[in-house]
Every structure is written in C-alpha cells, then in structure tokens.
C-alpha cells in the first residue's frame, strides 16, 4: 500500500483537503495505473504557524512537501530512475495544482524504500508467513 503524506503549513492546508488528497491519489494513479487507486493511503500533516522552522528560526511561508512511502523493492528495478522522476513530477504537479505555481521551485519530494521485513499490519510483520 502506497503512502503519501504532505506537509503543509494548516493555515494553507485549511480548505484544500479533499482537493490535496484527489490530487495526491492522482499522482500515484499517473505513474502506476488506475489499479492503485484504492491502495493510494493519503495523510494530510497542517503545521501550526510557529512549529516549521528553517535555520532555526520559525517560518511564516513554506513550500509543502510530499514524503511517498512503498516498498524498497521498486529502487533496484532496471526502470527505477525512469519511475523516481516520474514520481518526482506528478508529484510535484499535483501539489501545485493545489497550492499554486508560486511554491513550485521549494517543494520537497522525498521517496521512501520500505523493506516489508521492516513493516507490520494488524500486529504481524509484512510477508511473515509464520503462524501467530
């Protein structure tokens, strides 16, 4: 299951949730097909104005930014950086759409590899076939 989380400021998150989470789901949607839609997990992370900060010292603007989390295994296919950038793109397309084109240059995309041996659902570890 695919998770996407965004960080944003709350007061430019207030108002633009569902926009945020369609456009975030289309994202992964773009790259991977319409199959994975109903696995795309959106979190929506708004940061209280005084609690991001740059350089020490608090920020009243920033650039969202998209953390997407899957499994490690797509890093080391033989079209990895073909699928990193595409990624990269829709992802930052979709956070434009929503916040405008202004934040375009500042917004962060981070790709996370998750082995499933590190992972766990329902109290089991991912692909743990032993019984409980």
Request: aromatic share 6%; charged share 20%; net charge negative.
């Amino acid at each position: 299951m695919p998770h996407v989380t965004l960080y944003a400021l709350e007061k430019d998150l207030a108002g633009h949730e569902t926009e945020a989470i369609a456009a975030l789901t289309g994202a992964v949607v773009s790259v991977y097909g319409e199959w994975a839609r109903s696995s795309v997990d959106v979190r929506l992370i708004g940061i209280p104005t005084g609690r991001w900060a740059r350089g020490g010292v608090p920020v009243t603007t920033a650039a969202p930014s998209v953390v997407f989390g899957m499994r490690e295994e797509v890093f080391t296919r033989e079209d990895a950086p073909a699928v990193v950038a595409r990624l990269v793109a829709a992802f930052t397309e979709s956070v434009t759409a929503v916040f405008g084109n202004d934040c375009r240059n500042e917004i962060l995309v981070e790709l996370v590899g998750q082995p499933t041996s590190r992972s766990g659902l329902g109290g089991k570890v991912i692909g743990d076939s032993s019984p409980t």
